[in-house]
């Protein structure tokens, strides 16, 4: 290679990383982000960051971070609302979003767009080079328009081709000597086999801080057959009190690095990955945001994945070192270090050796397991079947296998002992439990549930009482013949079986579970699911409730189901037509949507009436809904799968907080705009569609804000004097129709 064509490289080179560089900052407020580039989000990745002013409000200059030219303005009653697409001189793009105005020219023209189509909502293009801008000119305003909670610009740099990259890192980095802050680790099984500390399903272990940026496993983990690691992690920046997205995670057994994210850049299409990246069952049951160091389908690995490794691990048998880098958009590096010790499961035997005085002496010992029991943990449970305390020893003596215990008599009466062995290499044992001095009485009298826990690869079923059960049970499925499946009993009520493939859930019709004490009492759950590949429906016992899926629905081979759900949440509006039923697996992310269809009853009429599912949040909501008057039956598509019902929602939207009030007088110079609130107590709006507003008898457009429930419409020109007339309609989702009028005078100068 000539040295012009390498003079030429260092050149454009040069001439990039000076791009980058001289990137000016949007605001002249500060540096300040409320979230960052890849935050997960429903269904989505966060493709921008949020800036924010010092004293969070609205109307805040915003100005061009480079030279380049104009291609599109927008704006929406959703969305980004008010926002600037702008083309750089690099190359690269630039959004303006959640805009509260443009520039004036740019006003001027969104404002002649809006009169000639009569719309709020329009979309102008324009030609390269058609409308140009400095770095550092005047581009628009801080706000809040469409979908943003709270004011803020929702900053996003996109390169050539419009995928998002992350600002962070390329041109807009933020002082920062914060380290990344790890919480927790997760073990996901990956197959029928997997065992960790001793249990079929996901354990997270509470990492130990040793420094800062230094944490550690709480303790050695017993592992055995595949399984994945998922890491719950935030950031923070200098001065901010905000949890952020970290920038990169990368994890290594044995000093080899298996799998590594980091959050640079993407493509919009991959946008519904995200709910695979993220541990969709801990997110569910509440227990945060972990990041998956792991994946199920090569298929479906993003742009952040930057190793051609699964991460899946199936380690030989030993110990193996565990480190976990986690890093933001400054490098500031967090590690965590720790230990697997892989091994067959241990069981261990637990019986009394004597009582003396006012002691109990066990003796703990391994069973089938060549290696000694070197300590325990005991648990007290209540003849209920729920935990109490950690019990403590008096006393512990060394045998050749095992550990005789001492404990105080006082202690342990009536109650149930759950012994938990550990080896010399901190192997965990599955749980014993041992009943002192209690009587199996009450499992006649107890409620019994049927839980199903649908894990990555394989199902569990569960069989829950409010009582102590014996050991002696018996779980048996009913396909085309009877299948007694292996079980254990997790806790003193709480009965698991091993792990199901997927396929052998083919076919059943029900479940039996048989106490095989004296007396026996025998218990029938019918349950029927069906296997995404083999069938795209699912009934309910009952036969009012369906559940439709397509190829693309799920991500992987599922069983699906729907159960009725018994203690429900209270529904505090409306009325309750149909029973609620769960929609099944709740845990496992969708590709694309799902179809529910729920019958009415034969007396109810569909007026008024549709399919809700409930929201952790905004309790229960509605879905687009269409009836189906041949089957007398709703439905409606959702992306995830909920608890569902039919309500009646009969109250009309509320229309308050109008201005101009009724009956008042003003000065022309007082009335810029006309602005109001309308809310609904169920069913909603969703569609700015479903309002109407005039002035003087003539339809105007307006914006509405589907988070704030506001309108509000700018007045380009000063009222005359006298009457003026506003008349309102507002439509929610079941058709619930409200009207006001409004009358009010401008006064004569």
Same mark, same amino acid.
């Given at each position: 290679?000539?040295?012009?064509?390498?003079?030429?490289?260092?050149?454009?080179?040069?001439?990039?990383?000076?791009?980058?560089?001289?990137?000016?900052?949007?605001?002249?407020? *500060?540096?300040?982000?409320?979230?960052?580039?890849?935050?997960?989000?429903?269904?989505?990745?966060?493709?921008?960051?949020?800036?924010?002013?010092?004293?969070?409000?609205?109307?805040?200059?915003?100005?061009?971070?480079?030279? =380049?030219?104009?291609?599109?303005?927008?704006?929406?009653?959703?969305?980004?609302?008010?926002?600037?697409?702008?083309?750089? $001189?690099?190359?690269?793009?630039?959004?303006?979003?959640?805009?509260?105005?443009?520039?004036?020219?740019?006003?001027?023209?969104?404002?002649?767009?809006?009169? #000639?189509?009569?719309?709020?909502?329009?979309?102008?293009?324009?030609?390269?080079?058609?409308?140009?801008?400095?770095?550092?000119?005047?581009? *628009?305003?801080? =706000?809040?328009?469409?979908?943003?909670?709270?004011?803020?610009?929702?900053?996003?740099?996109?390169?050539?081709?419009?995928?998002?990259?992350?600002?962070?890192?390329?041109?807009?980095?933020?002082?920062?000597?914060?380290?990344? $802050?790890?919480?927790?680790?997760?073990?996901?099984?990956?197959?029928?086999?997997?065992?960790?500390?001793?249990?079929?399903?996901?354990?997270?272990?509470?990492?130990?801080?040793?420094?800062?940026?230094?944490?550690? /496993?709480?303790?050695?983990?017993?592992?055995?057959?595949?399984?994945?690691?998922?890491?719950?992690?935030?950031?923070?920046?200098?001065?901010?009190?905000?949890?952020?997205?970290?920038?990169?995670?990368?994890?290594?057994?044995?000093?080899?690095?298996?799998?590594?994210?980091?959050?640079?850049?993407?493509?919009?299409?991959?946008?519904?990955?995200?709910?695979?990246?993220?541990?969709?069952?801990?997110?569910?049951?509440?227990?945060?945001? /972990?990041?998956?160091?792991?994946?199920?389908?090569?298929?479906?690995?993003?742009?952040?994945?930057?190793?051609?490794?699964? =991460?899946?691990?199936?380690?030989?048998?030993?110990?193996?070192?565990?480190?976990?880098?986690?890093?933001?958009?400054?490098?500031?590096?967090?590690? $965590?270090?720790?230990?697997?010790?892989?091994?067959?499961?241990?069981?261990?035997?637990?019986?009394?050796?004597?009582?003396?005085?006012?002691?109990?002496?066990?003796?703990?010992?391994?069973?089938?397991?060549?290696?000694?029991?070197?300590?325990?943990?005991?648990?007290?449970?209540?003849?209920?079947?729920?935990?109490?305390?950690?019990?403590?020893?008096?006393?512990?003596?060394?045998?050749?296998? =095992?550990?005789?215990?001492?404990?105080?008599?006082?202690?342990?009466?009536?109650?149930?002992?759950?012994?938990?062995?550990?080896?010399?290499?901190?192997?965990?044992?599955?749980?014993?439990?041992?009943?002192?001095?209690?009587?199996?009485?009450?499992?006649?009298?107890?409620?019994?549930?049927?839980?199903?826990?649908?894990?990555?690869?394989?199902?569990?079923?569960?069989?829950?009482?409010?009582?102590?059960?014996?050991?002696?049970?018996?779980?048996?499925?009913?396909?085309?013949?009877?299948?007694?499946?292996?079980?254990? #009993?997790?806790?003193?009520?709480?009965?698991?079986?091993?792990?199901?493939?997927?396929?052998?859930?083919?076919? +059943?019709?029900?479940?039996?579970?048989?106490?095989?004490?004296?007396?026996?009492?025998?218990?029938?759950?019918?349950?029927?699911?069906?296997?995404?590949?083999?069938?795209?429906?699912?009934?309910?016992?009952?036969?009012?409730?369906?559940?439709?899926?397509?190829?693309?629905?799920?991500?992987?081979?599922?069983?699906?189901?729907?159960?009725?759900?018994?203690?429900?949440?209270?529904?505090?509006?409306?009325?309750?037509?149909?029973?609620?039923?769960?929609?099944?697996?709740?845990?496992?992310?969708?590709?694309?949507?799902?179809?529910?269809?729920?019958?009415?009853?034969?007396?109810?009429?569909?007026?008024?009436?549709?399919?809700?599912?409930?929201?952790?949040?905004?309790?229960?909501?509605?879905?687009?809904?269409?009836?189906?008057?041949?089957?007398?039956?709703? #439905?409606?598509?959702?992306?995830?799968?909920?608890?569902?019902?039919?309500?009646?929602?009969?109250?009309?939207?509320?229309?308050?907080?109008?201005?101009?009030?009724?009956?008042?007088?003003?000065?022309?110079?007082?009335?810029?705009?006309?602005?109001?609130?309308?809310?609904?107590?169920?069913?909603?709006?969703?569609?700015?569609?479903?309002?109407?507003?005039?002035?003087?008898?003539?339809?105007?457009?307006?914006?509405?804000?589907?988070?704030?429930?506001?309108?509000?419409?700018?007045?380009?020109?000063?009222?005359?004097?006298?009457?003026?007339?506003?008349?309102?309609?507002?439509?929610?989702?079941?058709?619930? +129709?409200?009207?006001?009028?409004?009358?009010?005078?401008?006064?004569?100068?």
């Amino acid at each position: 290679m000539n040295h012009f064509i390498i003079y030429q490289l260092i050149f454009l080179c040069l001439l990039e990383i000076s791009f980058c560089q001289k990137y000016l900052w949007p605001t002249k407020d *500060g540096k300040i982000i409320s979230s960052n580039f890849g935050e997960p989000r429903p269904r989505r990745f966060h493709a921008g960051i949020d800036i924010i002013s010092s004293e969070k409000n609205i109307n805040h200059e915003i100005f061009a971070v480079e030279s =380049g030219y104009i291609e599109k303005i927008k704006i929406s009653s959703n969305g980004y609302g008010k926002v600037i697409y702008q083309r750089l $001189i690099d190359g690269n793009i630039v959004v303006y979003a959640h805009l509260s105005m443009f520039n004036n020219l740019l006003n001027q023209i969104a404002n002649i767009e809006q009169e #000639q189509n009569n719309s709020y909502e329009i979309e102008k293009f324009f030609q390269k080079d058609e409308f140009l801008v400095k770095k550092g000119d005047l581009i *628009g305003y801080m =706000g809040e328009t469409g979908g943003a909670y709270g004011p803020h610009l929702h900053f996003e740099l996109r390169d050539s081709i419009n995928k998002p990259i992350n600002p962070l890192l390329n041109g807009f980095g933020i002082n920062d000597v914060h380290k990344p $802050i790890p919480y927790e680790i997760a073990l996901t099984p990956l197959n029928k086999n997997t065992i960790i500390n001793g249990h079929n399903l996901t354990q997270i272990f509470n990492l130990k801080r040793q420094n800062i940026g230094t944490y550690e /496993f709480p303790d050695t983990i017993h592992v055995f057959n595949k399984f994945g690691i998922s890491l719950k992690s935030i950031d923070k920046i200098n001065g901010f009190s905000w949890k952020y997205n970290i920038t990169g995670i990368s994890l290594s057994v044995d000093n080899v690095e298996l799998f590594k994210i980091e959050y640079d850049k993407y493509d919009f299409k991959n946008n519904h990955l995200e709910e695979i990246t993220i541990d969709n069952t801990l997110r569910r049951l509440n227990d945060g945001d /972990f990041h998956k160091l792991f994946l199920i389908d090569k298929n479906l690995k993003t742009n952040f994945i930057k190793n051609d490794s699964d =991460g899946i691990l199936n380690l030989t048998e030993g110990y193996h070192n565990v480190l976990i880098k986690v890093f933001d958009h400054k490098n500031n590096l967090s590690t $965590i270090k720790g230990t697997f010790y892989v091994a067959p499961p241990i069981l261990t035997n637990v019986e009394i050796l004597e009582k003396k005085d006012n002691s109990v002496f066990f003796q703990i010992t391994p069973k089938g397991n060549p290696f000694p029991i070197k300590d325990f943990v005991c648990y007290v449970f209540n003849k209920k079947g729920f935990p109490e305390k950690k019990l403590e020893k008096i006393s512990l003596k060394k045998i050749n296998k =095992g550990l005789i215990i001492e404990f105080n008599e006082k202690d342990i009466h009536g109650k149930i002992l759950q012994f938990i062995g550990i080896n010399k290499f901190g192997a965990i044992s599955e749980p014993y439990n041992f009943p002192y001095n209690l009587k199996y009485d009450d499992y006649l009298r107890s409620n019994f549930e049927l839980n199903i826990s649908h894990l990555e690869k394989t199902v569990i079923f569960e069989i829950s009482s409010n009582s102590f059960l014996p050991h002696e049970t018996e779980i048996k499925v009913k396909k085309n013949h009877i299948t007694r499946l292996p079980h254990k #009993q997790l806790r003193p009520g709480v009965f698991h079986t091993s792990p199901l493939k997927i396929s052998e859930l083919n076919n +059943i019709k029900s479940l039996t579970f048989n106490i095989l004490s004296t007396p026996n009492r025998e218990l029938i759950f019918t349950f029927q699911p069906s296997i995404s590949t083999i069938s795209k429906t699912n009934i309910s016992n009952d036969k009012n409730c369906i559940l439709n899926i397509n190829e693309n629905t799920f991500y992987d081979t599922t069983a699906f189901w729907i159960s009725k759900v018994i203690n429900n949440s209270t529904i505090k509006n409306g009325r309750q037509i149909s029973d609620i039923y769960q929609l099944n697996p709740f845990n496992i992310p969708l590709k694309d949507s799902a179809s529910v269809k729920i019958k009415l009853k034969d007396f109810e009429s569909n007026n008024k009436k549709g399919i809700y599912y409930f929201d952790k949040k905004e309790g229960w909501t509605y879905l687009n809904s269409k009836y189906n008057h041949e089957q007398k039956m709703f #439905q409606a598509s959702l992306f995830s799968l909920e608890s569902v019902v039919i309500l009646e929602d009969t109250i009309k939207p509320n229309i308050k907080e109008i201005f101009p009030g009724n009956n008042g007088i003003y000065k022309s110079s007082d009335v810029k705009e006309i602005k109001l609130e309308i809310t609904d107590e169920l069913s909603g709006i969703y569609d700015k569609n479903q309002l109407d507003i005039s002035l003087n008898s003539k339809n105007i457009y307006f914006d509405y804000h589907p988070i704030k429930k506001t309108i509000k419409h700018d007045l380009r020109n000063e009222l005359n004097p006298g009457k003026h007339e506003i008349i309102i309609s507002a439509k929610d989702n079941v058709g619930n +129709i409200s009207t006001k009028k409004i009358n009010f005078s401008i006064k004569s100068l």
